[in-house]
């Protein structure tokens, strides 16, 4: 019987060789990847996948530049139920203070007495607290978000376009009538 992670590598080989395998330029699949992660990272669990295929077909439609959906819904499938709350932790803890500078403090709130300590009253949603949590997600997911699909973009455009140019080059190499490996 196979283990949870022998199906989990299955599972992500089978993505990625789709991901490669896919129609489009490598510009197409490199941009539908950093839109997925960029929109991983926001606070909407539940709506990211829709969210993502929206704008790639936003995108589409005003600009001549083409977004691969498939690449977008991989994209935004790095943030999922079992990672979420690792993720958005990180984007709390990243955003949490910009949130609080941008936030007036209410009339008879006391500063916290240490400078980082990690005030878990926020975390009570209520009130001004709820707001403060809030705009930390969001703050930290588009402060995570903007060099996650950055590198996300870099990363995909080159193994996309390594994949492209060896598959060429085989089809070139058929077409000549060499053979792809050598006799032993």
């Not at 993502?52 to 959906?69: D, G, H, I, P």
């Not at 910009?98 to 709130?109: K, S, V």
């Not at 916290?112 to 707001?131: I, K, N, V, Y």
């Amino acid at each position: 019987m196979l283990s949870w992670w022998m199906v989990a590598k299955r599972k992500f080989r089978r993505a990625r060789v789709r991901l490669l395998r896919g129609t489009g330029a490598p510009a197409e699949i490199a941009g539908g990847m950093a839109l997925g992660l960029f929109v991983a990272l926001l606070p909407i669990l539940g709506l990211q996948l829709p969210l993502a295929l929206a704008v790639a077909e936003l995108v589409r439609r005003l600009t001549r530049f083409q977004l691969s959906r498939v690449a977008a819904a991989a994209g935004v499938w790095i943030n999922n139920p079992v990672t979420a709350a690792p993720v958005y932790g990180l984007c709390y803890l990243i955003g949490r203070p910009i949130a609080h500078r941008l936030l007036p403090t209410p009339p008879g709130q006391q500063v916290a007495t240490e400078a980082g300590a990690l005030d878990l009253s926020a975390l009570s949603l209520s009130g001004p607290d709820a707001l403060e949590a809030g705009l930390g997600l969001v703050i930290g997911g588009v402060l995570l978000g903007a060099p996650t699909a950055w590198l996300g973009y870099r990363i995909t455009y080159g193994m996309v376009s390594r994949h492209q140019a060896h598959r060429q080059e085989r089809r070139a190499r058929r077409a000549r009538g060499l053979k792809l490996a050598p006799e032993a």
